[in-house]
């Protein structure tokens, strides 16, 4: 709980996406939006007693009586799931403040009793966009996006003919890899192995699998793929550049792309003493390929935006949607902390991409590239990996 001394430094900091003030509670109904919007957020504490301009108004004894039962009706009656804060009694420079501690929420998305999903936008709030909800319920691990069926049939009949949404060969060739045998061995149809191997659902493909061994990736999701942009400076420019490409297909094509876009782009140093002797790319091609992989394998797909990958003169960025999921922080990914956004893709990415899927990667990219800095921004919901450049 927190001082005296500690309450007024946040009066004075002002309202933002975690502190709210109020001067008086309207009514239950009003209360339970707030804690709802905080607990789709990342928690934080309502000063009731405080005015909009940092001002203290503070209670009455009778006003605190009346608010209490208000608070616990929020929470248990108005909220879905019900949602537990905690109250705090305090008195600041005389007078007396409420302060309700509304937790981040573990089992989003939370809804008013009208069913409506609220999300804290700075220091206010707002409705949830249907994208956003999806998150939320990513966030809480009860949905799995790349479970989720695509409009990509597994099989349509075209004038007598069958045309597939799914490069047979491609996941033939994976499947006798992992199971050592092949699809007519098991007895069962192809669509028949997607659907147990949760590729597919009710005849179509799901996200994973369309990613993963789709003919159509970007046919059928557009933003599932990797922009890659050289510039001849250290700035973005709109219509200035060296090289640029779409890297699309599978996750694996993507990877191989992006691949020979960093290393087309990038140099080679010379670190032996023969004229002949093969270059040294300028930045380790294990940690760009650990990026790329942890790019593709770990982003938000319910965001509509692509990868990015920019090249200028002093740096490369690694630009991917989503910012990183339930509580990690850098400090935990550096010490080889990992939680799977995308599990299927993930475990599969073990049998297809350089990835070993343990956690390793961060730790991999610091020691073979040391100074290479990570960015989470969760405002801009996107995480960025920076190499700086051996030649500048």
């Given at each position: ?7 007024k430094?946040?009066i004075?900091?002002g309202e933002?996406?975690s ?8 009514d239950?109904?009003h209360?339970?939006v707030e804690?709802c919007?905080?607990s789709?957020?990342?928690g ?6 405080v005015?909009d301009?940092?001002s203290?108004?503070?209670?009455t ?5 009346k ?12 909220i879905?799931?019900?949602v537990?804060?905690l ?9 007396i ?16 009793n009208?069913g409506?999903?609220w999300?804290?936008?700075?220091s ?10 999806l998150r939320?319920f990513q966030?809480s ?7 989720t ?14 045309e597939?949404?799914v490069d047979r060969?491609?996941?033939?060739t994976?499947f006798?890899k992992i199971?050592g ?8 149809t ?7 191997m949760n590729?597919?659902?009710e005849?179509?493909?799901t ?8 003919n ?7 933003f599932?793929?990797i922009?890659?942009v050289a510039f001849?400076?250290n700035?973005?420019s709109?219509?200035?550049y060296n090289d ?7 996750i694996?094509e ?10 087309n782009n ?5 670190k032996?003493?023969s ?12 940690a760009?390929?650990?990026a790329?992989v942890?790019?593709l394998?770990?982003r938000?797909?319910?965001k509509n935006?692509?990868i990015?990958i ?5 740096r490369v960025e690694?630009?991917?949607p989503g ?7 850098i400090?935990?990914?550096k010490?080889?902390n ?7 893709l993930?475990?599969?990415g073990?049998?297809?991409l ?5 956690g390793?990667?961060i ?5 073979t590239?040391?100074g290479?800095d990570?960015l989470n921004d969760?405002?801009g919901?996107?995480f960025?990996?920076i190499?700086?450049?051996?030649i500048?």
């Amino acid at each position: 709980m927190k001082s005296e001394e500690e309450i007024k430094k946040e009066i004075t900091l002002g309202e933002d996406s975690s502190r709210q003030f109020k001067e008086k509670l309207n009514d239950a109904v009003h209360i339970a939006v707030e804690m709802c919007a905080m607990s789709n957020s990342k928690g934080g504490v309502i000063y009731v007693g405080v005015r909009d301009n940092n001002s203290i108004a503070g209670l009455t004894a009778e006003e605190i009586k009346k608010f209490n039962p208000w608070i616990a009706d929020a929470a248990n009656q108005l909220i879905r799931p019900a949602v537990y804060p905690l109250t705090q009694k305090v008195t600041v420079e005389g007078k007396i403040l409420l302060l309700i501690q509304v937790p981040e929420g573990s089992s989003k998305p939370y809804c008013d009793n009208k069913g409506i999903f609220w999300v804290k936008s700075g220091s206010d709030k707002r409705t949830a966009s249907p994208q956003e909800i999806l998150r939320l319920f990513q966030e809480s691990a009860q949905f799995s996006l790349e479970e989720t069926a695509t409009s990509a049939e597994v099989v349509t009949l075209t004038d007598k003919k069958e045309e597939w949404s799914v490069d047979r060969a491609k996941f033939y060739t994976f499947f006798e890899k992992i199971f050592g045998k092949e699809i007519s061995d098991t007895g069962l149809t192809t669509e028949q192995v997607l659907k147990n191997m949760n590729l597919a659902k009710e005849s179509k493909l799901t996200l994973a699998g369309l990613l993963l061994f789709g003919n159509n990736t970007q046919g059928i999701k557009p933003f599932c793929l990797i922009r890659a942009v050289a510039f001849p400076g250290n700035e973005i420019s709109d219509n200035v550049y060296n090289d640029k490409r779409d890297c699309m297909g599978t996750i694996e094509e993507q990877f191989r792309s992006a691949m020979t876009f960093l290393k087309n782009n990038l140099s080679n140093i010379q670190k032996e003493k023969s004229f002949n002797s093969q270059g040294t790319l300028e930045i380790d091609a294990r940690a760009l390929e650990e990026a790329v992989v942890n790019a593709l394998l770990h982003r938000d797909y319910s965001k509509n935006a692509v990868i990015r990958i920019l090249i200028f003169k002093n740096r490369v960025e690694i630009i991917s949607p989503g910012c990183l999921p339930n509580h990690l922080t850098i400090e935990n990914i550096k010490n080889g902390n990992s939680v799977m956004r995308n599990p299927l893709l993930s475990s599969f990415g073990t049998k297809i991409l350089p990835y070993s899927g343990i956690g390793s990667g961060i730790p991999r990219i610091i020691k073979t590239h040391p100074g290479t800095d990570f960015l989470n921004d969760e405002d801009g919901e996107q995480f960025t990996v920076i190499f700086y450049r051996s030649i500048a």
